[in-house]
């Protein structure tokens, strides 16, 4: 391991483990935990695919159905933490950010390289989280029209890792992520 005090080096390490989620299905970052607050306050967290990680733009990409209740409470309240265990890394990632939505022309080329067996997830009659009397009484539509790609623009990235002795930073975009060391 490089210099447990370079706090450079630390922030290298978090980026290397989150974008790899990107790429391999397997890494602990293909699901970070999404959470955000509903439009009543309450907190709402679900696990989702990390779909792209841009540290040159301090963004990460969710994909998801705009008729889900996590973009009502976007459209509400833009923040939303995204959160990892990556244990062989034995690091906790969170990343706080700001959530831009976008939709139909706005997506770019994105539908296109949803493979046709992942376009179910994108559309569905009624409404996701509607009650319904029985477990299959829903249609999905796979739709162009429901798939949403929210772009969050990362404000500060928490890195905690359970290493001997632990050790915490937090690395913030104002600071032109110069980041301090905290108490584990
Ligand atoms: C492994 C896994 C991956 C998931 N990936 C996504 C995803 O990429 N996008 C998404 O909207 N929901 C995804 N879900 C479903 C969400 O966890 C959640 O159930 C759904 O989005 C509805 O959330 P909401 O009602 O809070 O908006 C995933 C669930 C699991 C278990």
């Known amino acids: 391991m490089s210099d447990p005090q370079d ?13 790899r ?3 391999d ?4 970052a293909r699901h970070p935990v999404f959470a955000t607050v509903s439009p009543e306050g ?3 967290a679900r696990t989702v ?18 008729g889900s209740d996590k973009v009502t409470s976007l459209c509400a309240n833009p923040r939303a933490q995204l959160m990892v265990w990556d244990e062989k890394a034995k690091l906790q990632l969170r990343l706080s950010t700001r959530v831009s939505i976008h939709q ?3 997506v770019g080329d994105r539908w296109q390289n949803v493979p046709d ?9 009624p409404k996701p989280g509607t009650p319904i009397p029985n477990a299959h009484a829903y249609t999905k539509l796979a739709s162009r029209d429901w798939f949403t790609v929210l772009i969050c623009q990362i404000e500060s990235i928490e890195l905690m890792q359970l290493i001997d002795p ?14 301090e060391w905290r108490v584990p």
Request: aromatic share 8%; proline share 1%; net charge negative.
């Open 104 to 106: 139909g022309e706005d």
């Open 21 to 23: 989620g990107v790429v």
């Open 49 to 66: 695919v990390l779909r792209g990680a841009s540290r040159r733009d301090g963004t990460v990409e969710v994909h998801t159905d705009g």
């Open 166 to 179: 632990h050790r915490r930073a937090v690395f913030s975009a104002d600071d032109n992520w110069t980041g």
């Open 7 to 19: 706090l450079a080096a630390f922030l290298d390490l978090g980026w290397q483990r989150l974008t």
């Open 117 to 125: 067996g992942s376009r179910i997830a994108y559309g569905a009659s």
């Open 42 to 44: 309450a907190p709402e």
């Open 25 to 28: 299905r397997h890494a602990a």
